[in-house]
């Protein structure tokens, strides 16, 4: 049920159903439903133990961004995470896995507060859910920001539509970080998009992913969507992203980054995405 190596943990549903967690970030980076790739990781993605994994499901924790204190986007998706619990079949033959990572003298060094961040997978038969619980061990509050940075696999990205965006106001870190709304009922992607979509609907379904089929997201308890694709403009500066990849991914990433949340000590706080395949 459980193929285990020192660095991934794999998740097998049968059925050709799998799903590979890296401990580096507890990064999903690998989800197959009937033997398809549901998920993108560049060519380029390097698997060191030290930068983060350029695809998959990277966590962003406990900052969003560039961050004076550590590395872009926090330290969860750099620091090596713990097996809490082996994958084990649930009652309905759906399998699950446990992930921590526990405050330690490496993320003090950045953030100088005490936390537990318990990572949950589920695999489904067509289905995939991660979960965050969030626990303030901490003497006193703390402010943090969470997102799931899930890059999606397509044929083409330019024939991609997303929904659950019309109305909301976002951020175009293209433009000076200048603010919109968005008029769109299906939002396509044809340049260089950096998006944070605020307040956005708590599903999103993702049309032209593999195989021209579609793929829904519902989010719990995240309110933000970011939508993201460097195109050729950007993407030649990342060293672990092809140049020539840019058209067969997307990145629409729900979770908490327009306004950080308060955690009070010994409070936890929750959040799930699930990605359904249509």
Same mark, same amino acid.
């Not at 308890?221 to 460097?230: C, G, L």
């Given at each position: 049920?459980?193929?285990?190596?020192?660095?991934?943990?794999?998740?097998?549903? #049968?059925?050709?159903?799998?799903?590979?967690?890296?401990?580096?970030?507890?990064?999903?980076?690998?989800?197959?439903?009937? $033997?398809?790739?549901? @998920?993108?990781?560049?060519?380029?993605?390097?698997?060191?133990?030290?930068?983060?994994?350029?695809? #998959?499901?990277?966590?962003?924790?406990?900052?969003?961004?560039?961050?004076? !204190?550590?590395?872009?986007?926090?330290?969860?998706?750099?620091?090596?995470?713990?097996?809490?619990?082996?994958?084990?079949? @649930?009652?309905? #033959? &759906?399998?699950?896995? =446990? *992930?921590?990572?526990? &405050?330690?003298?490496?993320?003090?060094?950045?953030?100088?507060?005490?936390?537990?961040?318990? =990572?949950?997978?589920?695999?489904?038969?067509?289905?995939?859910?991660?979960?965050?619980?969030?626990?303030?061990?901490? =003497?006193?509050? *703390?402010?943090?920001?969470?997102? *799931?940075?899930?890059?999606?696999?397509?044929?083409?990205?330019?024939?991609? $539509?997303?929904?659950? =965006?019309?109305?909301?106001?976002?951020?175009?870190?293209?433009?000076?970080?200048?603010?919109?709304?968005?008029?769109?009922?299906?939002?396509?992607?044809?340049?260089?998009?950096?998006?944070? !979509?605020?307040?956005?609907?708590?599903?999103?379904?993702?049309?032209?992913?593999?195989?021209?089929?579609?793929?829904?997201?519902?989010? !719990?308890?995240?309110? &933000?969507?970011?939508?993201?694709?460097?195109?050729?403009?950007?993407?030649?500066?990342?060293?672990?992203?092809?140049?020539?990849?840019?058209?067969?991914?997307?990145?629409?990433?729900?979770?908490?980054?327009?306004?950080?949340?308060?955690?009070?000590?010994?409070?936890? !706080?929750? #959040?799930?995405?699930?990605?359904?395949?249509?």
């Amino acid at each position: 049920m459980a193929a285990t190596a020192s660095s991934v943990v794999v998740l097998d549903r #049968g059925n050709n159903t799998t799903c590979t967690i890296n401990l580096h970030g507890a990064t999903v980076v690998s989800w197959r439903v009937n $033997n398809q790739e549901q @998920l993108f990781v560049s060519k380029l993605a390097v698997f060191d133990g030290q930068k983060s994994i350029r695809g #998959g499901i990277p966590i962003v924790f406990p900052h969003f961004g560039p961050w004076a !204190y550590g590395p872009l986007h926090g330290f969860a998706m750099t620091c090596r995470w713990n097996v809490e619990k082996q994958p084990e079949p @649930l009652d309905n #033959g &759906d399998i699950e896995a =446990l *992930f921590s990572l526990v &405050d330690n003298s490496i993320t003090k060094q950045m953030w100088n507060y005490s936390f537990k961040l318990v =990572l949950r997978v589920i695999l489904r038969e067509k289905e995939l859910q991660v979960s965050f619980n969030l626990y303030n061990s901490s =003497l006193e509050p *703390f402010q943090f920001n969470m997102l *799931f940075h899930t890059y999606l696999k397509v044929p083409d990205v330019r024939k991609c $539509n997303i929904s659950g =965006l019309q109305g909301c106001m976002y951020v175009d870190k293209t433009k000076e970080n200048s603010v919109y709304q968005e008029p769109r009922e299906m939002v396509t992607v044809n340049h260089w998009t950096d998006r944070i !979509y605020q307040n956005t609907q708590q599903e999103h379904v993702i049309s032209n992913v593999v195989s021209g089929r579609k793929m829904k997201m519902i989010k !719990y308890n995240m309110p &933000d969507t970011v939508v993201w694709n460097p195109w050729d403009v950007t993407s030649s500066t990342m060293s672990d992203f092809g140049e020539d990849e840019y058209p067969n991914m997307i990145c629409v990433e729900a979770g908490i980054v327009v306004t950080p949340i308060t955690l009070n000590p010994n409070n936890t !706080y929750e #959040g799930t995405i699930i990605l359904q395949v249509m």
